[in-house]
Nanobody, 114 residues
């Protein structure tokens, strides 16, 4: 079992930046892919970015060029650097290990004011 804890959410003005962190513990060796999702009020949870064990990353079109996912395997931590934030980025952000049937963090609120 993998446990995930997110850090770094908060309130930011439009155009600003935030960096989210996700610390993993437990059965670390089982982690293949780490991802970030978000869920806005009244909407479905959506995949934002994925980083497998290698360096190849994948992004949703809505965040490509603004968000960057990175991974520090030595610290068992994955990051999401979010730049040029928009009010529509307001959501609860979730860290995930190994896909939708894997492990989830508790979520962290990101609010972008206009």
């Amino acid at each position: 079992q993998v446990q995930l804890v997110e850090f770094g959410g908060g309130l930011v003005q439009a155009g600003g930046s935030l960096r989210l962190s996700c610390a993993a513990s437990g059965n670390i060796v089982s982690i293949v892919t780490m991802s970030w999702y978000r869920q806005a009020p009244g909407k479905q949870r959506k995949l934002l970015a994925t980083i497998p064990r290698g360096v190849t990353t994948h992004y949703a079109d809505t965040v490509k060029g603004r968000f960057t996912i990175s991974r520090d395997n030595a610290k068992n931590t994955v990051y999401l650097q979010m730049n040029s934030l928009k009010p529509e980025d307001t959501a609860v952000y979730y860290c995930n290990a190994n896909g939708e049937f894997g492990s989830w963090g508790q979520g962290t609120q990101v609010t972008v004011s206009s």
